[in-house]
């Protein structure tokens, strides 16, 4: 069963916490989520040469967000919801 299990991404375990902080930051509120507005937002987490490959992966779990994974960053479904209505 393991063999069957995609493998960990080692950065996404390292900044686990603070893609959850930025990403649900972004999304409670209202920000466009965009690599400027997440750049701005990790600038103070993520050191300099990890910064864009941080945008990178916090833009694909915004934009891969849907009812099943908004738990993983701290949102309510009506958070979610109103981000979907401003879409």
């Known amino acids: 069963m393991r063999d069957s299990l995609?493998?960990?991404d080692p950065f996404r375990?390292?900044?686990r916490a603070t893609l959850q902080d930025?990403?649900?930051?972004?999304?409670?509120e209202g920000k466009k989520?965009?690599?400027?507005?997440i750049r701005e937002?990790?600038?103070n987490l993520?050191?300099?040469?990890?910064?864009?490959?941080f945008?990178?992966?916090a833009l694909q779990?915004?934009?891969?967000?849907?009812?099943?994974n908004i738990a993983h960053y701290s949102l309510r479904p009506s958070e979610f919801s109103a981000c979907l209505e401003r879409v």
């Open 6 to 8: 995609p493998e960990s």
């Open 13 to 15: 375990l390292k900044y």
């Open 22 to 28: 930025v990403v649900g930051f972004i999304i409670k």
């Open 33 to 37: 989520a965009t690599v400027d507005v």
């Open 41 to 43: 937002q990790a600038r």
């Open 46 to 53: 993520v050191p300099a040469d990890d910064l864009a490959r």
């Open 55 to 57: 945008c990178e992966v």
């Open 61 to 68: 779990d915004i934009q891969g967000l849907h009812e099943g």
